[in-house]
């Protein structure tokens, strides 16, 4: 049976003075040869093969690095397989991970053990009596950076699976659509996907791959054994660099000249238009291969607007699940079908309103699943079950040797067949990708699918990137329709940003309409590299709940952010990344409360936390006030003031500002008392001061009750936007600058409709 480190090992052997692997930081970059990554993972498989048997899971706590990645064949090489951890799953997460998994090797990074000790420490509750934890550090780890970590047999909790399954490693699903599921994937799953991608993609020992998935989500197994399965030189980079567009596409085209990239679309649309254009796909880009997957592809319009015409990159749309690891399918998009814009799906006219059950292509993706990989079976089933020829179902995907084992499965079955959660369109033997089950909802009667209405407005704003979420509410009440827009003009431009609320009612029917609109600096990604709509969700659940505070009560709220402090039983309780999902849990969790005397530096901050808090209490006040205030003295105050001091101070500034706005409002309020127009009501967050105030004579509670009455001729001389009299207040942004407006009904700031 072929195996992941049989592929390496070969592969070694013909191109062992290649250069295997490079990390490079921007600061500082490092090789390593086949020939030297294959005598650091021998070493990792002899230490591993005097502590366990064979086909042992092994858990890996680790940032990406060449070490990393020695550790990862020495498991492999060693029979045994790998489990890895993500560095921002809470505790609590981590310990049920470990035991579900009757693990007890761990092998950490050095540089995280004070971390993973914290996790230790918050365990020691859940563990049995008698419990040991021991730590082995052999030199030849050490010299890696690791150490191993080692429970006595009593902390596991299952048994061991004696017969070998070939086992090559372990991932955990994420669990946004349900509970978190450990996938137990065997080599002879994800060895076909990977001599597939090689043949497809033709990939050489030239070519340059770029490790674009982080170690918990299953495609970086794919990039990483494509390139050795070739000769091929694989290039790893820090996180922090993936997040700062410029300095990342510096490192790979114009350093590294990576010739593939296999990105999720939300990473792209991360780096931006302009970028893409000018170093990812044009005429003299590096690149060769452009590999999209994890979400729908992007529009062909969209692929379009990015790829030079002189472009020798070859774009591909990959579909597959963590269930069957990795990949189930391909499509190559051609030059014909970049070239050719009657290929697009016109399924809306220009004017919007349109019924979305008469245009089903409209509501698929443009670009079809494409071909199944060897061994890979993909159907799409109706309810009842039964393969459909023509029309909507689920996407199942299986095969003979395409099979893992979910959580407690110990054997394994050839003919599973799992069912996806994906909904597709099929016609003419062709699938196209429709999106989760949960993505497509009922609305005002009507059945009305998110990612459609996210490529509508991404097709009239090019220039733009959005999400659309759907809070759920409770007490029976509708559930409303968030649309988060990254786009810096329209904060800045008032005639873009006009045209963008009237566009909005222009072409999207009225069920499709969004209830809010929120401007945000960036959109914040998960760490498989897909859009975190749950971050976006309750980043404005959290920015709704201060709006009524005052500015005692936000300092202390903003110090608990910055510092990650909470109170419970009288003990600190340390926030990991990731562990406070819900804007609820926050405020209803005991915050550590400061005294008037108390000073930041000793309270636990630092000038990294300081210019944080900065930016919070910046961003609220100019919310708060909806104008831009001096408060050049804040740093210097957060650093050497107490708490007391800087409270006054604040104050005061905001109490010299509202004597002044209330000067200039009666100077002004007569330029405003003739205006009469009729304006459904779009919830929209955007700076005060850009935008002119009329008065109105009729208000809608959300931009879609309003959308029929807009087109009416009346209604179609909706010149601007005026101050409500029963509106919310405009809600504080975070530090992504999530400017938010939101229509709560509370009587105490504007609310701008169109």
Known sequence: MATLDALFDATSRSFGSNVAVTYNSGSMREHITYNELVVQASKVEDILETLCKRQETIAIYSKQSISLVSCILGVLKSRNCFAPIDLNWPPDMIRKF????????????????????????????????????????????????????????????????????????????????????????????????????????QVTSDDVMFLTSPYTFDPFIVQMFTAFAAGARLVIVPDNVKMVPSKLCSILFDEERVTILQPTPSLLYHIGQELIQSKILDKDSSLRVLAFGGEACPTLSTLRKWRSPESNSSIYNLYGITEVSCWASCHKITDRELEDTSADFHGISTSGHVSLESHKASWVSE??????????????????????????????????????????????????????????????????????????????????????????????????????????????????????????????????????????????????????????????????????????????????????????????????????????????????????????????????????????????GSSLNAVRLVDLIETFVTEEKETEVDLSELLDIILTKPFGALCGYLERKLNILDKRKDLDSKETHHLHQDANVVSPTLVI???????PVLPVKRKFSTLADGASLYNNEAAKKIQGVEESEDSSTNAPSSVADVKTCFCTGTKTKPVYHL
């Open 98 to 201: 470990l035991l579900k998994l009757s693990i007890h090797l761990v092998l950490l990074e050095e540089e995280l053990l004070e971390s993973f000790e914290k996790c230790l420490l918050q365990w020691k509750p859940f563990l049995p009596s008698g419990s040991k934890v021991e730590f082995v550090c052999d030199q030849v780890l050490v010299n890696s950076g690791f150490i191993l970590l080692r429970w006595q047999d009593e902390l596991r909790e299952g048994k061991e699976n004696s017969e070998d399954q070939g086992i090559a490693y372990v991932m955990q699903t994420s669990g946004t659509t349900g509970e978190a599921k450990a996938i137990r994937v065997p080599h002879m799953c994800i060895v076909t996907n990977i001599t597939d991608l090689r043949n497809i993609f």
């Open 367 to 604: 670009v079809p699943l494409g071909t199944s990989l060897t061994d890979t079976t993909i159907e799409v089933r109706d309810a009842n079950g039964k393969i459909v020829l023509e029309g909507v179902g689920q996407i199942y995907i299986g095969g003979v040797n395409r099979v893992c084992l979910l959580d407690n499965e110990t054997q394994l079955h050839l003919e599973t067949m799992r069912a996806t959660g994906d909904w597709a369109y099929v016609k003419d033997k062709t699938i196209w990708y429709q999106g989760r089950k949960d993505r497509q909802i009922k609305r005002m009667g009507k059945r009305i699918n998110l990612d459609w209405i996210e490529r509508q407005i991404s097709e009239q704003f090019p220039e733009m990137t959005c999400s659309l979420v759907l809070e759920k509410t409770a007490n029976r009440k509708p559930d409303k329709l968030r649309l988060f827009v990254v786009n810096k003009s329209l904060l800045h431009v008032h005639n873009e940003l006009s045209s963008f609320k009237r566009s909005i009612l222009n072409i999207l029917p009225v069920d499709a309409c969004p209830d809010s609109v929120h401007m945000i600096s960036h959109l914040p990604m998960t760490a498989h590299g897909k859009v975190d709509r749950s971050s976006l969700l309750v980043e404005a659940q959290k920015r709704t709940k201060l709006v009524d505070m005052s500015m005692r009560e936000f300092l202390r709220y903003a110090l608990n952010e910055v510092l990650g402090v909470t109170e419970t039983n009288g003990e600190q309780k340390i926030f990991t990344d990731g562990e406070e999902r819900q804007a609820d849990y926050f405020f209803h969790v005991k915050q550590r409360d400061f005294k008037e005397d108390d000073m930041f530096i000793a309270c636990g």
């Open 685 to 691: 967050s955007v700076p005060s001061e850009q935008v």
